[in-house]
């Protein structure tokens, strides 16, 4: 079945880091790909898209690129803040339907 | 105001009590969704609804009911609510077009 794997954290960088959070994906047919971030105490906000492969969704400083090729997309930012700090979900889905979540990573900045 | 509101935010309920979560949306989206997170599991669909008489099932719908009593509202049920039930719950909302979901604030539920 469709389904989505991330890399486990969590994740401890300083500020100005570089991150990447790997996300890969297996999946009949061609699923949009989001990326949602989960800050403490709230809800997931939608954080960037790709509908189609070769696509860049990007926001915030973020940015992810939907391999077909290689079935990823992974989320990179090229100088993180202390509020970047969250949780962090690659997810999948189909014609406006149903999302499938990765597990989720989460992401600590250290000052 | 938030276009999502979930209500309670936060419940401690004992084993075996009827508990229902109630999600609200002014988006104006046909399509409603509840999921629960787990730490490390990320989030699971329970149930998921098309428009006002579309109820469908998702991954984990055992021990849940949900009710979609008009476009803007979706609530979840726990008919008799277990201690593995706790956990955050959350409501989200999408249009038929467009791919991505708009989350609520959550409620977090534990049950004693």
């Known amino acids: 079945g469709d389904s989505v794997t991330q890399m486990e954290g969590p994740v401890t960088l300083s500020e100005e880091a570089f991150l990447t959070i790997n996300c890969t994906y297996t999946?009949?047919?061609?699923?949009?790909l989001f990326w949602y971030v989960q800050y403490p105490g709230e809800g997931l906000q939608l954080l960037l898209k790709?509908?189609?492969?070769?696509d860049k969704g990007s926001n915030k400083g973020f940015e992810a690129t939907y391999r077909k090729e290689t079935t990823s997309f992974h989320l990179e930012k090229g100088s993180v803040q202390v509020s970047d700090s969250a949780v962090y979900f690659c997810a999948l889905g189909f014609g406006g339907g149903k999302l499938i979540f990765g597990q989720g990573t989460e992401l600590s900045v250290k000052p | 105001d938030a276009d999502v509101t979930q209500t309670p935010r936060n419940r401690i309920t004992k084993t075996g009590k009827r508990i229902m979560l109630e999600c609200s949306q002014t988006k104006g989206h046909d399509r409603m969704y509840w999921y629960r997170q787990d730490p490390g599991l990320g989030l699971r669909l329970i149930y998921y609804?098309?428009?006002?008489?579309?109820?469908n099932k998702g991954e984990i719908s055992d021990g849940y009911s949900v009710s979609r009593q008009a476009q803007a509202k979706f609530s979840l049920s726990l008919e008799s609510a277990i201690p593995n039930q706790t956990a955050l719950y959350f409501c989200?909302?999408?249009?038929?077009?467009?791919?991505?979901?708009?989350f609520g604030p959550g409620t977090r539920l534990t049950v004693t």
């Open positions: 989200a909302t999408s249009d038929r077009d467009r791919g991505e979901q708009y």
């Open positions: 790709a509908t189609k492969a070769d």
């Open positions: 609804s098309f428009d006002v008489k579309d109820i």
């Open positions: 999946a009949t047919g061609y699923p949009s």
